[in-house]
């Protein structure tokens, strides 16, 4: 494309930065040693990396030195989806790579961990003591009967315990599985029953917000309903005694003992993580040590650019899918930040005081969070020290083009912002950050290596330029390799290979520019559908909550028996604020005249809050339901929703519609 076609990006990277980043030494790596393209940069690579999956994925396990205890016969013996076999007859650990860099005597007393709480004070844990401890802990788990294929689990808060866990549970050839503690006793109880645990490895509390809660009843609760339970392990983060019939941490990570990684198949179980579940029980998803290690190592070490130098922190709790890819940032030897507590506390800027405080080079956040900060008019770079950090990475729901300006304006104006998008179904990114690719406003830059991501119209042709559904035509090693207890694969191909066989739809709405960036719409089955014309939900509320009387939105779009199509957007008033005449007006006229007059709502109604998952998306689906008549009980699974006392207004809104 010529230049005249393409929008001014927001950003570029410099000829050192380019030249500097590990995608570029791969790429002319890869191109010397395996036969990709040495010129054309990253949409050649890209497009290499497709056309030669097999190759590809041998060039990134030997770019990584990826250890196999016993030798792969070949890469892709089987490409079909779902069912991809990869890299047969290979042995390895994941924990085995991630505590590499301990074997470095240079690097042995560096921090692989910094733990923060609500002090902000970083406390580093490092490469030597990770080691030691994980070795101690896994000589434990496994004199406890804990074998490989068994469940562990943890009901944990972001704190290193969680780390050296998860990571024990690898060495042993375990599969782990997390919630965090503020998921009440049945939300747990809805993922843990499904795996049957044999180690449950709990806190007594956490601190959050300034405030301590105490989580032993629960605890009890859990212990109660777990019947295949072994062992319990007690951390005393709020500082309790272990109660009776528990292990205490401290005596289990005692010994020095030199970690033994169990040599399991590459497509042995690693950890279990649960879907959003807002239908029916969470569906319990199962990634395999090799893909993970793979695919984290692809998207950590070439796309985030990480490396030993480097300072990895985001945002997460160890219930969502971006815990483990944190955790993962140790297969590249970087330095993990792990952030306990409330995102703004003691005030709206806090993330960016520690990133400040532990020198942070990648800082990955929520988009919410950064509108978050440009409303209560944060000025990170005037009040913080960010010379650390060269990219601030967002993901959870797309990132609006005003918050684009916002980062570029407030943080710095040589910053690397990558919008990423991707789900917890791959525990990865389809699309996003690429360090050596300009930045363009409201764009993710680009799709990842070795994801062949398109955009199709509903009979299966590809789109450019225009909305389309996010498939993936190619196999990635990180997707499932099953649902625990779905043995016939039948809940596994209906979640995203119905639509189109042997193709991953995501479920989303995207566009793929003519300059090959990419824009994310929202959910593709609550998508707005207006006279035929298709609408993310995203857009509508980038628009509405830029108006400062608006604190957040809901839009839902209804097709009614008659034909018509109705679509009401429900807000949550920001303190003070009334919902009157000239509030709906200017509601009305900021969409009208930012999207289109085919997005303005026909109602606009007031809510005390707006309902979201356990991981913070609006819940659009469930409320779609209930506002088509469906009982809350179906519409609902009551585990995966942050306050199910929002949801009974939506129940007899829906009730009252049908019989009007």
């Known amino acids: 494309?010529?230049?005249?076609?393409?929008?001014?990006?927001?950003?570029?990277?410099?000829?050192?930065?380019?030249?500097?980043?590990?995608?570029?030494?791969?790429?002319?790596?890869?191109?010397?040693?395996?036969?990709?393209?040495?010129?054309?940069?990253?949409?050649?690579?890209?497009?290499?990396?497709?056309?030669?999956?097999?190759?590809?994925?041998?060039?990134?396990?030997?770019?990584?030195?990826?250890?196999?205890?016993?030798?792969?016969?070949?890469?892709?013996?089987?490409?079909?989806?779902?069912?991809?076999?990869?890299?047969?007859?290979?042995?390895?650990?994941?924990?085995?790579?991630?505590?590499?860099?301990?074997?470095?005597?240079?690097?042995?007393?560096?921090?692989?961990?910094?733990?923060?709480?609500?002090?902000?004070?970083?406390?580093?844990?490092?490469?030597?003591?990770?080691?030691?401890?994980?070795?101690?802990?896994?000589?434990?788990?496994?004199?406890?009967?804990?074998?490989?294929?068994?469940?562990?689990?943890?009901?944990?808060?972001?704190?290193?315990?969680?780390v050296t866990a998860l990571l024990a549970t690898a060495a042993v050839g375990a599969v782990w599985t997390s919630c965090a503690p503020d998921f009440g006793a049945r939300s747990v109880l809805d993922r843990f029953q499904q795996v049957e645990p044999v180690v449950l490895f709990t806190v007594d509390g956490y601190r959050y917000g300034g405030k301590e809660h105490d989580r032993r009843d629960t605890v009890a609760e859990l212990r109660a309903e777990l019947p295949s339970l072994r062992a319990v392990v007690h951390i005393p983060l709020l500082g309790t005694d272990a109660p009776e019939g528990t292990l205490a941490w401290s005596d289990l990570t005692a010994a020095t003992t030199e970690p033994v990684f169990e040599a399991v198949p590459f497509d042995h179980p690693l950890w279990v993580l649960y879907s959003s579940g807002t239908t029916g029980l969470p569906k319990a998803i199962v990634q395999s040590q090799g893909g993970i290690l793979l695919e984290h190592l692809k998207q950590l070490g070439l796309h985030c650019d990480l490396g030993p130098e480097d300072r990895f922190f985001w945002y997460t709790s160890t219930g969502w899918m971006m815990w483990n890819f944190l955790v993962s940032g140790l297969l590249t030897g970087t330095t993990v930040v792990l952030y306990d507590g409330s995102p703004g506390y003691p005030d709206t800027g806090a993330q960016w005081r520690i990133a400040e405080r532990t020198k942070a080079t990648l800082y990955g956040t929520s988009a919410a969070y950064v509108m978050a900060c440009r409303k209560a008019e944060v000025h990170p770079g005037r009040d913080f020290d960010l010379s650390a950090v060269k990219c601030v990475a967002t993901t959870g729901s797309p990132l609006p083009p005003d918050g684009f300006r916002w980062l570029h304006d407030e943080v710095a104006e040589d910053l690397w912002i990558a919008s990423v998008s991707g789900g917890t179904d791959v525990c990865s990114c389809f699309a996003g950050a690429v360090p050596t690719l300009p930045v363009h406003i409201g764009e993710l830059q680009a799709a990842c290596l070795g994801t062949d991501l398109q955009a199709w119209d509903p009979s299966g042709k590809p789109l450019v330029g225009e909305v389309g559904e996010l498939v993936v035509t190619n196999p990635m090693p990180s997707m499932p390799i099953h649902f625990w207890n779905d043995p016939d694969g039948s809940r596994y191909r209906d979640s995203y290979f119905e639509m189109f066989p042997g193709v991953w739809r995501h479920g989303d709405w995207i566009t793929i520019t003519d300059h090959g960036s990419v824009v994310i719409h929202g959910r593709s089955d609550s998508t707005l559908n207006r006279q035929g014309v298709r609408m993310g939900s995203a857009d509508i509320y980038e628009a509405v909550e830029r108006l400062p009387e608006i604190k957040e939105s809901l839009v839902i779009g209804l097709e009614e028996p008659n034909g018509g199509y109705w679509m009401p957007l429900f807000v949550h008033l920001a303190p003070g604020a009334t919902l009157d005449d000239d509030l709906r007006a200017r509601v009305k006229t900021t969409i009208r005249e930012q999207l289109s007059p085919r997005h303005v709502p026909d109602e606009i109604i007031e809510v005390p809050a707006i309902p979201h998952t356990l991981t913070g998306k609006r819940i659009e689906v469930p409320v779609k339901r209930l506002l088509q008549g469906t009982s809350l009980a179906k519409a609902v699974n009551a585990g995966s929703v942050d306050n199910l006392d929002l949801l009974p207004f939506y129940e007899e809104l829906g009730r009252t519609r049908a019989q009007g």
């Open 1 to 162: 494309m010529t230049s005249a076609s393409t929008p001014q990006p927001l950003w570029s990277p410099g000829p050192d930065r380019i030249a500097a980043a590990r995608i570029t030494a791969f790429q002319a790596w890869a191109a010397e040693r395996f036969g990709a393209p040495a010129a054309g940069g990253y949409p050649a690579l890209h497009r290499w990396s497709v056309d030669e999956l097999d190759i590809f994925w041998q060039a990134v396990a030997e770019w990584f030195d990826v250890r196999f205890t016993t030798p792969y016969e070949s890469v892709l013996a089987d490409r079909a989806m779902p069912g991809a076999r990869w890299f047969t007859g290979a042995t390895l650990n994941y924990a085995e790579h991630a505590l590499r860099a301990a074997e470095d005597p240079a690097r042995a007393d560096e921090a692989a961990l910094l733990h923060v709480d609500e002090t902000h004070e970083a406390v580093p844990v490092t490469w030597a003591e990770l080691r030691r401890q994980v070795g101690a802990l896994s000589a434990e788990l496994r004199a406890l009967g804990v074998r490989p294929g068994d469940r562990v689990s943890g009901y944990l808060p972001n704190i290193p315990e969680a």
